[in-house]
């Protein structure tokens, strides 16, 4: 079904790009489980009909939901969160170019941008996303974009979004904003005014621990452009992994109402704990950028961050008596989970580096699951020193 802009997002998620009628009268999308279609003679190589082409039955009906929930005029879905990151940037970014980033960013991200792209001749500088002033300086005549993450990851920082539009625009920059920890349920960067979004949706777009799969949704022909060279690159996504995503999918807005309650609730909980030194949190009014998120935010995101005053010390503890979070890396899903940043998903970055972003050793880092809210706040008492 097309999209209709009178709909609810929660509507889109559900019924914008399903068949009507269902193939063969069936109410869910099947799997089509077929690398190959048959194509015509002559047709352009982008649009065969191919699985890695990213334009099978399920790779399209992806499309068509996302597009309406993002706002966006196109989208793409690939086989990770690192793949549509690196195809957008590959596909944006030539030899000799410059580009600006933050320097507390997801590790991968991270890696990518200091590992593999000076090696292609790509160098960036790094920004406060906070000071708009201090940006300019930053600029050179090969700088090309600017790349920022809606709700940073793990301290959980917001930029000045609206002045990243801006600076963009009057300095001919493509804006990039990777929104994985915001979710379109709370925030649409493409409504503001960013060329491109990007997600890992291996987390709440999807929500169940069981996908990897990233999303870009843009203009057509920058998305178009992203396809062709993802195409090459061959980061697509498999058409089962289409199928679980779609159904993840429909959920997303009832998760992302939980996700945004729970989370809050457990913020203030810990701002109040006397063990605790810090909360990151920008439903907070103690987050330095709490006024702004909530002039643009319709919820704050189920990440938590937070430290110890005992430390490193302190993390481990309460790392070894937790017990309902699961410890893993990821985030997003119906389970709670927990990690400490600088000892998991931080771990590639030099002390130095890490010191520099403003993790610290003794950073915990919760992805505030679907469990009943007065049980996560009952495990993290007895958990957190008395």
């Known amino acids: 079904m097309k999209k209709n802009p009178e709909f609810a997002l929660s509507t889109h998620l559900i019924h914008t790009g399903e068949p009507r009628p269902g193939i063969e009268n069936a109410v869910c999308l099947p799997i089509f489980q077929t690398a190959n279609y048959e194509s015509a003679d002559g047709i352009p190589y982008h649009d065969i009909c191919y699985a890695r082409l990213s ?22 879905v690939t086989s990770s969160g690192m793949a549509a990151i690196s195809a957008t940037v590959l596909t944006l970014l030539s030899s000799g170019d410059h580009f600006l980033t933050q320097s507390c960013l997801y590790g991968g991200t991270y890696d990518f941008f200091t590992h593999d792209l000076p090696a292609l001749g790509i160098h960036f500088d790094c920004i406060d996303p906070t000071e708009p002033a201090s940006w300019e300086s930053k600029l050179t005549p090969s700088t090309k974009l600017i790349y920022l993450e809606s709700i940073s990851n793990p301290l959980l920082q917001m930029p000045n979004f609206l002045e990243v539009v801006r600076f963009a625009k009057a300095h001919g920059l493509h804006a990039i904003i990777d929104n994985t920890f915001g979710s379109p349920v709370n925030f649409q ?122 430390g490193l010390a302190g993390a481990s503890s309460l790392l070894k008596k937790i ?53 996560l706040l009952s495990d993290l008492q007895q958990a957190l020193p008395q």
């Open 55 to 76: 334009n099978s039955p399920n790779h399209k009906a992806l499309h068509e939901k996302i597009v309406a929930i993002e706002g966006a005029e196109s989208a793409l």
């Open 189 to 310: 960067p493409i409504r503001h005014g960013f060329d491109a979004v990007l997600h890992s949706a291996t987390k709440y777009l999807n929500g169940h621990s069981d996908v990897i799969a990233g999303v870009v949704a843009g203009g057509a022909t920058l998305i178009e452009n992203i396809r062709c060279k993802l195409n090459h690159l061959g980061g697509s996504l498999d058409p089962h992994a289409c199928f679980l995503l779609h159904r993840g999918l429909k959920t997303l807005a009832i998760r992302m109402e939980q996700h945004n309650q729970s989370a809050f609730k457990i913020a203030e909980f810990l701002a109040r704990h006397p063990a605790i030194l810090k909360v990151n949190y920008p439903g907070l009014p103690t987050h330095p950028q709490h006024a702004f998120a909530k002039s643009l935010f319709k919820g704050f995101g189920g990440m938590v961050s937070f430290e110890l005053k005992t």
């Open 323 to 375: 017990r309902l979070p699961i410890q893993a890396v990821s985030l997003g899903g119906v389970e709670s989970l927990i990690t400490r940043p600088a000892g998991t998903t931080h771990a590639g970055l030099s002390p130095e580096e890490r010191a520099r972003a403003g993790i610290s050793d003794g950073l915990i880092r919760l992805s505030v699951g679907l469990e009943a809210t007065a049980d």
